[in-house]
């Protein structure tokens, strides 16, 4: 009973520094898009302030594997509009394949940054992370350069991992008045060059020393400053045998280097432990070499990895199929926003819309650990029966 009335009296408070008008708006706010707000009683954290009172999630829009469906694009950044602080498209605007045309891609990326440009109106920041349709054959430079641009215009703020050459990986820091900060980190799994891609196939993953190193930097910069960490890229990480289903990914890319390189980094300084390992390059280019004691590194609150590519919207702890080893680290698959390719965990839509568009927000609660991934349709959030499609999810394996 005290509880509820510290709650009321709080509430009323609240609104008396407010007028009647942004109390309705903020009221409705909460009533209609409850998956975004919470209450909280007590103390909150040094960085967060102090207090009691209701405090707003964290919300990310995430979108991915676009395949020239340029309609459902706009409808979905139009949806996050007044929801997202931040858009996150982890790739494949175009539908290149191995014989798709250099100039079918660069017409297929214009649109897609007209697009953006139209429906982004209140200029949310907007992050890229390529995908393997968008940077086949030698598209990719045309690719890189219009994404920077973009990327440039809508996140400011934005720091490039290598601003002379490849300049597909980068983050962004996003301050959250309620939740902290939050460092965004985009990975380009195309580290090559031109001259390299009758080398690397279509459809493969390959980093660099130069990236990796980069990314440990990053990684213990943010352990340092208390940041909560997103990584983004077009593929998953783990095993190729994976069973591909809705609960577990198969990233059916190919890793020419070891598919737990990126996940081993992490978690060793998940656990301040070293890190001593050579990841093989199977072309025998670009071996990757880390020699890294993270013992006096701070504390790393990982979120998760976002990624698309398999056209499913997935959700599963990154691990060994063998049971060797199950990684503190959560990864979050998006089905694919074009009617394009396989397609699970459908959600409903009103009649006449295209069957097959599918985004989500992800509210991140740093205060919960958990993250709120609501999946929308073309226009609605909800399935057959009318409930609400929100699913509330740990990003913490033992909290």
């Given at each position: ?9 709080a ?13 309705i ?13 919470a ?16 405090y ?7 979108i ?11 409808e ?13 498209n ?10 798709q ?7 297929c ?28 054959g ?100 783990g095993?190729?045998?994976l ?24 978690d ?13 390059d ?77 985004c ?40």
């Open positions: 009973m005290r509880r509820n009335r510290k709650i009321a009296l509430a009323i408070c609240s609104c008396l520094c407010m007028g009647p008008f942004d109390v708006a903020q009221e409705n706010e909460r009533l209609f898009n409850p998956e975004f707000y209450y909280h009683v007590g103390r909150n954290n040094k960085e967060n302030g102090e207090g009691i009172g209701w707003r999630r964290f919300c990310i829009f995430h991915s594997d676009i395949h020239f469906h340029h309609s459902q694009m706009s979905a950044i139009r949806v996050a509009q007044n929801k997202a602080d931040v858009i996150i982890s790739g494949d605007d175009c539908n290149g394949g191995s014989e045309s250099r100039d079918e891609n660069i017409k990326l214009g649109i897609s940054y007209d697009t953006i440009a139209s429906a982004n109106y209140n200029s949310i920041p907007y992050l890229f992370a390529p995908g393997n349709h968008d940077i086949t030698s598209a990719k430079d045309i690719y890189l350069e219009k994404a920077v641009k973009l990327t440039e215009k809508y996140s400011s703020g934005f720091v490039w991992g290598d601003s002379t050459n490849h300049r597909g990986y980068g983050y962004l820091d996003i301050r959250s008045n309620d939740m902290g900060t939050f460092r965004i980190i985009l990975l380009d799994p195309f580290d090559y060059d031109n001259k390299d891609l009758s080398m690397r196939k279509y459809m493969t993953c390959t980093f660099t020393q130069k990236q990796i190193d980069w990314f440990v930097e990053t990684l213990k910069e943010s352990a340092g400053k208390e940041h909560h960490v997103i990584t983004v890229m077009h593929y998953s990480f095993d190729n045998n069973i591909f289903n809705e609960e577990k990914a198969k990233p059916d890319a190919k890793f020419y280097q070891d598919p737990f390189m990126i996940p081993d980094i992490i060793a300084i998940q656990n301040h432990s070293k890190l001593e390992k050579t990841y093989k199977e072309m025998g280019i670009n071996d990757i070499v880390i020699n890294e004691d993270f013992k006096n590194t701070g504390k790393l609150d990982y979120v998760c990895h976002l990624f698309g590519h398999i056209h499913s919207k997935n959700m599963h702890w990154c691990q060994k199929t063998d049971g060797s080893k199950k990684y503190d680290i959560l990864m979050l698959g998006e089905a694919a926003l074009g009617a394009y390719g396989n397609i699970l965990n459908k959600v409903y839509r009103e009649p006449g819309t295209v069957n097959n568009i599918e989500s927000a992800l509210a991140i609660d740093t205060k919960e650990k958990n993250i709120y991934r609501i999946n929308y349709g073309a226009y609605l959030k909800y399935d057959k029966s009318n409930s609400e499609r929100t699913e509330k999810l740990s990003y913490r394996l033992t909290k």
